[in-house]
T-cell receptor, first 114, second 110 residues
Framework: GDSVTQMEGPVTLSEEAFLTINCTYTATGYPSLFWYVQYPGEGLQLLLKATKADDKGSNKGFEATYRKETTSFHLEKGSVQVSDSAVYFCALRRSGGSNYKLTFGKGTLLTVNP | DVKVTQSSRYLVKRTGEKVFLECVQDMDHENMFWYRQDPGLGLRLIYFSYDVKMKEKGDIPEGYSVSREKKERFSLILESASTNQTSMYLC?????????FGPGTRLTVL
């Protein structure tokens, strides 16, 4: 079945540090890939997405590139801020079908210290 | 803006009680989902619905049921709450590729 594996946290960084959160997936075909973010006390929000190989999703300074050859979708940001402290989830949606079901990774807690 | 609302942010119930969690979306989305979120386990799909009165089991449906009588409303029902159902419950809706989440209900079963 489909699965998503992301690096275990927690990840603690200082402000302005470089961030990478690794995400790899297992799925048949060509899934769509997503990063969601959950700020403290809130639900999940879509951060960025990519729907085909070599696509780069970007938003709020975050980027991730869909790499089919390595089945990866790593999240990066060049300079993190305290306000980026949150839980980050990698997810995939299988290609085809009509139910739009997502498979999520377990989440990575990021804490950014001033 | 899409809005997904959940009836309660915090809920405390006793073992054996019947519990209803309500979710409403205002964007005419066909698909709606219920997840539970637990530390170290991420989000796990309980049930989803792709149309009124239609439902499908997710990965962990045991101990839960759902109801979708109107397009905008998707209810999660715990027939007889147990302590291992203490969790954060998240509702989502989607039209195509993106799921929109509600703020979550933190349920404690004593």
């Amino acid at each position: 079945g489909d699965s998503v594996t992301q690096m275990e946290g927690p990840v603690t960084l200082s402000e302005e540090a470089f961030l990478t959160i690794n995400c790899t997936y297992t799925a048949t075909g060509y899934p769509s890939l997503f990063w969601y973010v959950q700020y403290p006390g809130e639900g999940l929000q879509l951060l960025l997405k990519a729907t085909k190989a070599d696509d780069k999703g970007s938003n709020k300074g975050f980027e991730a590139t869909y790499r089919k050859e390595t089945t990866s979708f790593h999240l990066e940001k060049g300079s993190v801020q305290v306000s980026d402290s949150a839980v980050y989830f990698c997810a995939l949606r299988r290609s085809g079908g009509s139910n739009y079901k997502l498979t999520f990774g377990k989440g990575t807690l990021l804490t950014v210290n001033p | 803006d899409v809005k997904v609302t959940q009836s309660s942010r915090y809920l405390v119930k006793r073992t054996g009680e019947k519990v209803f969690l309500e979710c409403v979306q205002d964007m005419d989305h066909e698909n709606m989902f219920w997840y539970r979120q637990d530390p170290g386990l991420g989000l796990r799909l309980i049930y989803f619905s792709y149309d009124v009165k239609m439902k499908e089991k997710g990965d962990i449906p045991e101990g839960y049921s759902v109801s979708r009588e109107k397009k905008e409303r998707f209810s999660l029902i715990l027939e007889s709450a147990s302590t291992n159902q203490t969790s954060m419950y998240l509702c989502a809706s989607s039209l195509r590729n993106e799921q929109f989440f509600g703020p979550g209900t933190r349920l404690t079963v004593l």
